[in-house]
């Protein structure tokens, strides 16, 4: 049995938009061992939204999670994290501490566009590299600048960006062209970890396994297992990750004959 890791849900409890409480807390993390997951990341928003939420807070609140998954016996290793949101300040808040990187390894920084714009990670990417930092970019396929721009996310992963789809997306997208853009995202090699996006368990519930199904027969087992436990489960421990390039889609045998 492959063990998953989901590289997005938001289990810190009182925290943000996520559980209100513990026990809600503790039910996604039942839930998603249930749907197969090994390791997830306890996390919450860290935007102009969520003021108190300083990297300290977050640590002693995934702390006591997983204290009280041990004691529970709940199979469940988590991660303290943060979802930052993109803005003209990110590299500085980095500098002064301010940021939660994932599993607060100072390696990945897990980040989201503001509210309703989409703007380039490239230069943020860039300017963070020499901290040894580089960018997990979090639910990438809501971002269609970014899913139907191949050339654009080529870049990005070139600059060092890995990028995270939702698995509830992959299952079931929410419409024809964003399911037609994971697939090609699938085929080409895109997509590097997977994420629930959990929030709690009567709206936006942390489920990890049909995507993950839908991912192996989009992309194969092997290249799911990668992307669905290795590599992220790997980024979640802090250790070194390294993704080859994608690759151009192939296309149809009529194609490729007359040139169509």
């Known amino acids: 049995m492959t063990l998953l890791a989901d590289t997005h849900v938001h289990l810190l409890a009182g925290l943000d938009d996520g559980p209100a409480t513990e026990d809600v807390a503790l039910a996604m993390c039942r839930m998603l061992v249930a749907e197969g997951a090994a390791h997830a990341t306890a996390l919450a928003h860290q935007n102009p939204g969520y003021p108190d939420n300083t990297p300290a ?59 309703g714009e989409f703007v380039d990670a490239l230069p943020v990417a860039e300017e963070l590299r020499p901290f040894g930092l580089q960018l997990i970019i979090a639910h990438a396929e809501r971002y269609p600048d970014l899913l139907h721009d ?33 697939e090609g995202w699938a085929r080409g090699g895109f997509i590097h970890l997977l994420g629930s996006d959990g929030h709690g368990i009567d709206r936006r ?16 087992r092997s290249t799911a297992k990668r ?34």
């Not at 519930?205 to 992309?219: D, I, N, T």
């Not at 590599?231 to 390039?245: C, D, H, I, M, N």
């Open 57 to 115: 807070r977050m640590i002693a609140t995934a702390a006591a999670l997983s204290a009280t998954l041990a004691a529970k016996k709940i199979p469940l290793t988590v991660y303290p994290t943060a979802e930052v949101m993109l803005s003209p300040t990110v590299v500085d808040d980095w500098k002064t501490g301010k940021l939660l990187s994932v599993g607060n390894h100072g390696q990945w920084l897990l980040v989201e566009m503001p509210h």
């Open 150 to 182: 191949r050339d654009r996310a080529a870049k990005w992963i070139a600059a060092g960006c890995l990028i995270q789809v939702t698995a509830r997306a992959i299952a079931d997208p929410w419409d024809d062209e964003m399911g037609r853009g994971i």
């Open 205 to 220: 519930q942390p489920l990890l396994a049909a995507g993950y199904r839908r991912l192996a027969k989009l992309a194969g």
């Open 227 to 260: 992307i669905g436990s290795t590599w992220g489960s790997a980024v979640l421990r802090g250790e070194p990750v390294t993704v080859p390039p994608p690759h151009p889609p192939t296309r149809k045998w009529f194609g490729r004959m007359f040139g169509g």
